[in-house]
């Protein structure tokens, strides 16, 4: 027996797992493209992150979160507790500043006992302040958080943090591919080898080569994504191997989402940076100005006409800016409460597992369609390339 036959399988198993693992390694990287014109590259994920993670919002928009249900969780009378000591503070903090810096002979003339009663009734007025605003958030809070804009922004700005959401969720999957190369590679190319001992044409090889090579990389993301639903082939389970770890997937793509995306502090700034952040803060602006009206009480004539009608809007309109500006850089005392009352993980990992098969597929499945063709096309031809060595090593060697 002429043993430069093995070279056959040999060849083509090593060809096939070198061959899955480029591609694979085509998906991911480089983040940033290199190269020149034609002959540079990217990587598919990095290069299309803008339109990849705007699926990955449909997707959540569509199926497993509803943003304005899981906001109303988040209970207005705890945020006032939150907020409400530090506000308290700014607020009277302000108002004295004002007061002195503007009228200093009058604030010092007032007693003490008059002062603490406007401070008083101050503390009152600024939980109706976070109550208003907390309610102006629920009724229009797709006007003031863009989820779509968030994530994608996030991706777009980051793309290694799209590729870590692929890798955790499909890890498993990306392996078998790279190993099943190296399989269906000296499998195929067995056959390959006892048809050679017998015919030798010379086409023979390279032909087979890219078949197989087209072969392997075709029915290794067959066996990723299908059949959709479990079939049991006598003693055998049959299902697509990502179908399979729905719930393992699940667990990987809620927890990412949840630490890496959508966490508490991303959430608030996405509300103060947004489409309608002007708005807010004139809302907030609006609310502090209602208060102080309030706090006054019956003193208010008396000090508008003691200081004058336009003195007292410009005084109110400060006071009203400073603490307006004061809010959002206490906003962070939330983020623990939110992170537990939002419970996004659990929600996301909850609605994922509950997912239809064809649904779910989605979750992975729009990467490889990207790059099928690609991962088949790039395993035909180094197949083609491994019969002609396979050739090369039978003939002259």
Known sequence: MDYRILLIPLVTGLIGWGTNAL??????????????????W??????????????????????????????????????????????????????EDVLKGRFPRLWESVPERVREQARQRLRTEIPSVVMKLMEELRQDLTRYLDLEALIVSSFVRNRALLNELFWNCGRREFLFLAHSGLFFGVLFGIGQALVWYFIQPGWFLPVTGLLVGWATNWLALKMIFEPLEAKQVGPFRWHGLFLRRQPEVSEAYARFF???ILHPEALINAVLEGPAAERLVEQIECYVSEAVDHASGAARPVVSFVVGSEQWV???????????????????RLHTYTEEALGLENELCGNLQRLSPPEFEQVLRPLFQEDEALLIAVGASLGGVAGVLQWTLVTFL
């Open 23 to 40: 591609a694979i390694y085509m998906l991911f990287k480089p983040l940033r493209r290199v190269g020149w014109r034609w002959f540079g």
């Open 314 to 332: 410009e005084l109110k309109q400060e006071i009203s800016e400073r603490l307006a500006q004061k809010v959002p850089g206490e906003l962070d």
């Open 42 to 95: 990217q990587g598919v994920l990095p290069a299309h992150a803008k339109r990849m993670a705007t699926t990955c919002v449909r997707l959540m928009t569509s199926r497993l979160l509803d943003v304005k249900a899981v906001f109303a969780r988040i209970e207005p009378e705890k945020v006032t507790g939150l907020l409400r000591p530090t506000l308290e503070q700014h607020g009277e903090e302000i108002v």
């Open 258 to 260: 949840a630490e890496k």
